[in-house]
């Protein structure tokens, strides 16, 4: 078996334990975990107004958006991806926009919301290690847009999860981007990758 196969499958595995712990996470500590990253706002360090792509939860994933408000009060512009070809794009959002599908599960403002490019993202996950590597969900959304828009300007990506997601080591390979952070409700963690 090759190495890149070997990693499929160690993947597939972790992800798979990752989201199972995840998903046994009652709704209380849900909520409490969702207040808690609002509450590290200023602890990650972003450049004054930068334009923050937050994500909207699916599934059993940590909600970013009380951190996303929190970021939105300290000056910083918002937006969200949607699913497209060649890779995601990111709209504005501004309070008060109508929200449709955006694919993956997701909503994002509508086609009429200005399209941007951000600054930072904060990117889901299923499992993250603290060097920054991360497993996402296997579609390679993320890692399309972080390639094309991070060919032109430097991208701070923060992972955004649980801590129960974190795992010792993620297999990592050559067009996997490493996160500058993750955070989670209990800790910023600044990652070594």
Same mark, same amino acid.
């Given at each position: 078996?090759?190495?890149?196969?070997?990693?499929?499958?160690? =993947?597939?595995?972790? +992800?798979? =334990?990752?989201?199972?712990?995840?998903?046994?996470?009652?709704?209380?500590?849900?909520?409490?975990?969702?207040?808690?990253?609002?509450?590290?706002?200023?602890?990650?360090? *972003?450049?004054? &107004?930068?334009?923050?792509? &937050?994500?909207?939860?699916?599934?059993?994933?940590?909600?970013? +958006?009380?951190?996303?408000?929190? *970021?939105?009060?300290?000056?910083?512009? #918002? $937006? #969200?991806?949607?699913? @497209?070809?060649?890779?995601?794009?990111? %709209?504005?959002?501004? %309070?008060? @926009?109508? *929200?449709?599908?955006? /694919?993956?599960?997701?909503?994002?403002?509508?086609?009429?919301?200005?399209?941007?490019?951000?600054?930072?993202?904060?990117?889901?996950?299923?499992?993250?290690?603290?060097? /920054?590597?991360?497993?996402?969900?296997?579609?390679?959304?993320?890692?399309?847009?972080?390639?094309?828009? /991070?060919?032109? %300007? =430097?991208?701070? #990506?923060?992972?955004?999860?649980?801590?129960?997601?974190?795992?010792?080591?993620?297999?990592?390979? @050559?067009?996997?981007?490493?996160?500058?952070?993750?955070?989670?409700?209990?800790?910023?963690?600044? $990652?070594?990758?």
């Amino acid at each position: 078996m090759s190495p890149s196969l070997d990693n499929a499958a160690l =993947k597939t595995e972790m +992800r798979r =334990k990752a989201l199972a712990a995840r998903g046994a996470i009652s709704a209380g500590a849900r909520i409490e975990a969702a207040l808690a990253i609002a509450d590290a706002a200023d602890a990650l360090m *972003l450049a004054r &107004g930068a334009m923050v792509s &937050g994500f909207w939860p699916i599934r059993d994933e940590i909600d970013p +958006r009380p951190l996303m408000s929190a *970021l939105r009060e300290r000056g910083h512009g #918002l $937006c #969200l991806p949607v699913v @497209a070809e060649p890779h995601l794009l990111f %709209r504005e959002l501004l %309070r008060g @926009a109508e *929200l449709v599908d955006a /694919g993956f599960g997701t909503i994002a403002p509508g086609a009429d919301a200005a399209q941007v490019l951000p600054d930072v993202m904060l990117v889901p996950l299923a499992a993250f290690d603290r060097s /920054g590597h991360r497993i996402g969900y296997g579609q390679g959304h993320y890692d399309r847009a972080i390639s094309a828009i /991070g060919a032109d %300007r =430097k991208l701070h #990506l923060i992972g955004v999860a649980f801590s129960v997601q974190e795992v010792d080591r993620v297999p990592f390979e @050559a067009h996997d981007h490493p996160l500058d952070m993750v955070v989670t409700e209990t800790e910023v963690i600044r $990652c070594r990758a």
